[in-house]
């Protein structure tokens, strides 16, 4: 008797590996586990991993992801949020879910869509990973040719540009010229620990007014 993937339980934190998985076999999987889930999905030719993240991850995820709002609302510029989207393209036998991602300059692209293919749609301008629970892989995102990718840890914020189709650690974000990002970020998730993470985001909102 076959197990089904939705009998699985993955402990937060922890991770699952399946090797020689088919795209075929990869639709079906998504299809099974739904949308409403806690795990997240990285597949890379053939390669299968399924996640499921802590709580401290969670709070990070929301506090960049709020900042970066804040951010683009207050320079005015018009984007979409797509969160945890699967981004995938079957040519590349690519797909992996962000904890969050945001299409700023393709924001035309994307609007009234719910599900993307990155054969046919650009991927994000900026895709976001919490490593505090697994060290996230840059190879799926470079070769879906997001641009920007952020990725925070215990060490702090990580900025990866993608240059020449590979990724190179930047000081600066092109989406965010002139902020230091990596400072705000740094200083208000590590605020939020000791006030909370809406105090932390009101102040963040209040340096922005007054700094910008």
């Not at 795990?39 to 499921?52: C, D, F, T």
Request: glycine share 6%; aromatic share 8%; with cysteine.
């Amino acid at each position: 008797m076959l197990l089904e993937l939705r009998q699985l339980r993955i402990q937060p934190g922890h991770q699952l590996l399946f090797e020689d998985v088919s795209w075929q076999q990869l639709e079906n999987i998504l299809r099974e586990l739904g949308e409403s889930r806690a795990a997240k999905l990285s597949y890379s030719n053939g390669r299968l991993e399924i996640m499921v993240p802590l709580p401290e991850h969670e709070k990070a995820k929301e506090i960049i992801g709020d900042m970066v709002k804040i951010l683009l609302s207050e320079r005015g510029i018009n984007y979409e949020s797509l969160g945890s989207t699967t981004l995938k393209n079957e040519r590349m036998t690519q797909a992996v879910e962000p904890d969050t991602c945001f299409y700023i300059q393709n924001q035309a692209a994307v609007i009234g869509k719910n599900r993307l293919d990155l054969s046919v749609d650009p991927p994000p301008d900026l895709a976001i990973e919490i490593d505090v629970t697994y060290r996230t892989q840059l190879d799926n995102y470079r070769v879906l040719g997001v641009p920007e990718l952020w990725r925070y840890s215990h060490q702090g914020l990580e900025i990866n540009v993608l240059q020449g189709g590979q990724y190179v650690e930047s000081d600066s974000s092109p989406t965010f010229p002139g902020i230091p990002i990596i400072e705000l970020v740094n200083r208000y998730i590590q605020q939020s620990q000791v006030s909370g993470g809406s105090q932390a985001i009101q102040a963040f909102r209040t340096w922005i007014r007054e700094n910008l």
